[in-house]
């Protein structure tokens, strides 16, 4: 059976023997991402997906990566398994066209773009959330293809320690240790937690392809961080945050007297938040952060070079409610990059500032909002964008969604002047979208489809044209077309949970590679998600299929679909005590997400869990 016949087998068995299903009673999620403001996942007009620290331990997620995988229109690109670069390319835009905040602190590197995924720890994460559109009207730069926010842990409750301890395959060790609590007017979170892994042999490539080098060794990780959240709320009237959150890496990976083959990296985050309520209805919010990207590159143990960075951040946001129906904000976001580096850029920081405002209305069945922002680039200059959802609950089991927003992204500072490879002249990528959604609830079966386009003009991309190796240009524009496919139900005690995404990502540029894919975007990815409780006992597993995809702007190297199949299993001792099992890539399936470059085969993990309840 091809892949494209057994994603679809597969998602007609989540749909239709779910008809007699008893329906799960659960409460939507909160979500602030997608209109900075709390609201229910059910209200929200945006995609959203939530990834909780319940889903997490229940998927036994391993990494930050690993909890995101499966999310729909998403698909993930490694250069090598564990620590090595991970880049998200969510509904077909570019892997930088994710604007990524850590507790409202924007993060990711200034010079190379997209944010280190693999470096983020995931014992740290209290939720995920995923808004897919385009939310430069909210955020300015880089949200041409979505938002993602990571929530470290809040604590708050009664005095609680966690611990965890796990091993498995290549090698690998892990744990970590924390304490939250908190009483009426405080919480505080604090944890620490380490990993490594032997690892394998990262590349497969030659003196002229992938990484550009022979090794034929295996690539180790390591991974020590440490978190720190706490608040305190003095009267119902004002309340401050405070969150830390520090990860140091160390990653082997294949390379050359000229590249390097170890990186040490540091990634830390701090942020500082004042919620005030001046006068009834008027809530102000005053927060600053600052986010580090410190990387040094050695070979053999010789040092070569740095790349350090870091991003300040200042918002000033204004809610201010219009009767018990329509909320009005307003704001003002500034920052500012700088890099230190013992490569010479031509220009090494620059700062933005934007002005935003948004409106949202409830009028019966009809919910909307409207947003504009205006940002000021010290590089590029003014940049103005917008958006405008409407919803209609067509009755109470059925909502019609409708959306158009514009979004623009600002090239990095490696695009610009990294010596040999950069280029200059690049203008800003500017982008329109718009979105079609319809869900409901029936037969038991919560269900949503979303239709969306992308246009982007002057996207970004590596052109061989330019250049003795090579630069990247700004390519005329791009088409992304896409349709989401998203179910979940309750089966005889078993949670399913399935997601299609058909994703149409074309290069509308003129000249040879004209109506090519654009790289590394699969045309089909498929996830089947199910769980089932017994008692003490908890079994689960998840298929993920990714379709066909092309490794470059010409459509020459060519990514073959593939199929990948985890198990797991967890056997609780008490309501604090339990012990899990995970079966990663149990058929052992040999594939690559970017040319050359391996992928775990079959992997086998267990841990030992401590946590009490709230």
């Not at 730069?141 to 498995?168: C, D, H, N, Y």
């Amino acid at each position: 059976m091809t892949h494209q016949a057994l994603t679809a087998a597969l998602l007609l068995s989540t749909l239709s023997p779910a008809l007699a299903a008893e329906p799960a009673i659960e409460l939507p999620p909160v979500v602030v991402t997608a209109t900075r403001t709390a609201e229910t996942a059910d209200e929200t007009l945006a995609s959203v997906t939530v990834i909780d620290r319940a889903e997490i331990e229940r998927k036994q997620a391993r990494t930050v990566p690993d909890a995101l995988r499966g999310t729909p229109g998403l698909n993930i690109a490694n250069t090598g398994g564990r620590g090595q670069p991970t880049t998200l390319f969510l509904r077909g835009t570019d892997s930088d066209h994710v604007l990524v905040l850590i507790d409202g602190v924007k993060v990711g590197s200034p010079t190379l773009g997209p944010a280190p995924f693999q470096d983020i720890p995931i014992e740290q994460v209290d939720r995920i959330e995923v808004v897919r559109g385009p939310l430069s009207s909210l955020y300015g730069s880089e949200a041409i293809g979505g938002v993602i926010q990571i929530f470290t842990r809040k604590g708050g409750g009664p005095l609680r320690p966690r611990m965890s301890a796990g091993a498995g395959s290549r090698h690998s060790v892990e744990g970590s240790l924390g304490l939250s609590g908190g009483g009426d007017r405080g919480y505080f979170d604090a944890g620490i937690a380490f990993e490594q892994t032997g690892g394998f042999d990262a590349c497969v490539g030659s003196l002229t392809a992938g990484c550009f080098t022979i090794e034929s060794d295996d690539d180790s990780f390591e991974n020590a961080s440490g978190s720190l959240r706490a608040g305190w709320r003095f009267s119902d009237q004002a309340a401050v945050d405070l969150h830390f959150l520090r990860s140091v890496t160390d990653t082997e990976f294949d390379g050359s007297a000229f590249s390097g083959n170890e990186l040490s990296t540091v990634q830390q985050v701090v942020g500082l938040s004042a919620t005030l309520e001046p006068v009834e209805n008027w809530n102000v919010r005053l927060a600053t952060g600052r986010s580090w990207d410190e990387q040094d590159v050695s070979y053999d143990g010789t040092f070569l070079d740095t790349f350090d960075s870091h991003r300040d951040t200042l918002t000033w946001q204004n809610d201010l409610g219009l009767g018990n129906a329509q909320l009005f904000t307003a704001g003002v976001d500034h920052h500012r990059d700088e890099i230190d580096s013992t490569v010479d850029y031509d220009e090494a920081n620059r700062t933005n500032t934007g002005v935003f405002g948004q409106w949202q209305g409830d009028f019966g069945a009809h919910r909307v909002k409207l947003s504009a922002r205006w940002d000021d680039n010290e590089q590029f200059g003014d940049h103005t964008t917008g958006s405008l959802a409407w919803g209609w609950d067509l009755r109470a089991d059925l909502r019609l969604t409708a959306s158009y927003g514009t979004a623009f992204k600002a090239p990095t500072f490696n695009d610009l002047y990294f010596p040999f490879f950069g280029n200059p002249e690049l203008d800003p990528e500017t982008s329109w979208s718009a979105e079609v959604g319809l869900s409901g609830r029936h037969g038991g079966i919560d269900w949503s489809l979303n239709l969306f386009q992308t246009e982007i003009d002057d996207l970004i991309a590596f052109d061989a044209s330019l250049g003795l190796y090579g630069l990247p240009n700004n390519i005329d524009s791009a088409r992304i077309r896409g349709l989401e496919a998203i179910a979940s139900t309750r089966l005889d005690g078993w949670d399913l949970n399935g997601n299609l995404t058909l994703l149409d990502p074309v290069n509308r540029s003129d000249g040879p590679n004209r109506g090519n894919l654009l790289p590394r975007r699969p045309e089909q990815t498929f996830t089947l998600d199910t769980d089932h409780t017994f008692d003490r006992v908890r079994l689960g597993g998840t298929l993920h299929a990714v379709g066909r995809r092309f490794d470059d702007l010409s459509n020459r190297v060519r990514l073959d679909p593939y199929l990948l199949v985890d198990l797991r299993a967890e056997y609780r001792f008490s309501d604090a005590l339990r012990v899990q099992a995970r079966i990663e890539n149990l058929f052992d399936e040999e594939y690559e997400t970017a040319a050359y470059y391996n992928q775990p085969g079959r992997g086998f993990f267990v841990t030992l869990r401590y946590e009490p309840g709230p």
